[in-house]
């Protein structure tokens, strides 16, 4: 449902955000360039687990869906029509 996938956008941008900055303070702390960047992936790891899998907090608003409608006017016009000719260019 499109809550839902609004919900995990938002997780996700949250978390990579808050690992970025906690991973850049971390890192300028220490002079240590690669901790930033093993939080940060540390965050994106966490972030895909929480909103990767269809997960049943992002499936509670379910898409209400038309009816199947059975009809024969598919194959009506798939007969009716003519074949198309190519121009010769």
Not at 40 to 52: N, R
Not at 57 to 65: I, S, T
Not at 69 to 78: A, L, N, P, R, V
Request: with cysteine.
């Amino acid at each position: 449902d499109y809550k839902g996938q609004k919900l995990a956008e938002q997780i996700f941008q949250g978390i990579i955000l808050v690992s970025a900055v906690i991973g850049f303070i971390y890192g300028y702390i220490t002079e240590q360039f690669g901790w930033t960047v093993y939080i940060v992936m540390a965050g994106f790891a966490l972030s895909c687990l929480l909103t990767l899998p269809p997960w049943p907090m992002y499936r509670r608003n379910p898409l209400k869906w038309l009816p199947v409608q059975e009809s024969g006017t598919e194959e009506k016009k798939s007969a009716d029509r003519k074949p198309k000719r190519h121009s010769k260019s």
